[in-house]
């Protein structure tokens, strides 16, 4: 989104937006939603409320464009995961993208998905719902994925797809909640490498 785009006066914002939104991005995945303060976000986008308002409307659609943004940028190894050929390197890919991402420098630790999360109040309703239905669509994905890994002959047929979708989400999650903490790239790559040994050894070779 160029900085010319015009607002409904028809004069030019002033700012660039799609730099304003990276910016607020970054404020949610380190602070998550509640601990953003409106005076967070607007004085790393470098705007005034009224241009965040007026340019992305209130707190809870900035919030939403963003996790949009992330599941676009730093988030993507999820779509790329779910390109390869097998199973084991579906499971392979989402795993170390959640690593690489997590222990990314020069951005925050964690997982914006789960920092944003951690809102204990009313006001935190919004992120939690947003984010509830980007996790479940996220595990949706990659059930779906295993099941036609089944249906090819990648997995066995007693695999428990839905279950394989879990177990991934949750090791996802849990490397994210450690990478926050302060655990480093390596070490939770070990994770992600130990995870995988018990995965269901595939039935045919890749493609």
């Given amino acids: 989104m160029a900085s010319a785009e015009k607002t409904p006066m028809g004069r030019p914002r002033g700012f660039d937006a799609d730099e304003a939104l990276e910016r607020a991005m970054l404020v949610f995945w380190e602070q998550g939603y509640e ?10 986008m470098g705007i005034t409320r009224t241009s965040m308002y007026a340019a ?16 676009e940028g730093p988030a993507a190894y999820t779509v790329q995961a779910l390109e390869e050929p097998t199973a084991r390197q579906v499971a392979t890919t989402f795993l170390t993208g959640s690593v690489r991402t997590t222990t990314r420098p020069g951005f925050p630790a964690g997982c914006l998905a789960v920092q944003g999360a951690l809102a204990a109040g009313d006001l935190g309703r ?7 239905f980007w996790r479940e669509e996220a595990r949706s994905r990659l059930r779906d994925r295993f099941q036609r890994a089944v249906d090819e002959g990648d ?11 879990r177990y991934l989400m949750t090791v996802a999650n849990g490397i994210a909640v450690q990478a926050a903490g302060g655990a480093g790239h390596d070490e939770l790559q070990q994770v992600a490498d130990a995870a995988l040994e018990n995965w269901p050894p ?4 890749p493609a």
């Fill in 35 to 44: 601990g953003a303060s409106l005076t967070d976000l607007t004085g790393a």
């Fill in 202 to 205: 595939g039935n045919r070779p």
């Fill in 155 to 165: 997995l066995p047929p007693e695999a428990d797809t839905g279950l394989l979708a």
């Fill in 56 to 71: 992305f409307g209130n707190k809870e659609e900035l919030f939403r464009k963003a996790m949009r943004r992330y599941a």
């Fill in 126 to 132: 919004p992120a939690r719902d947003t984010l509830a």
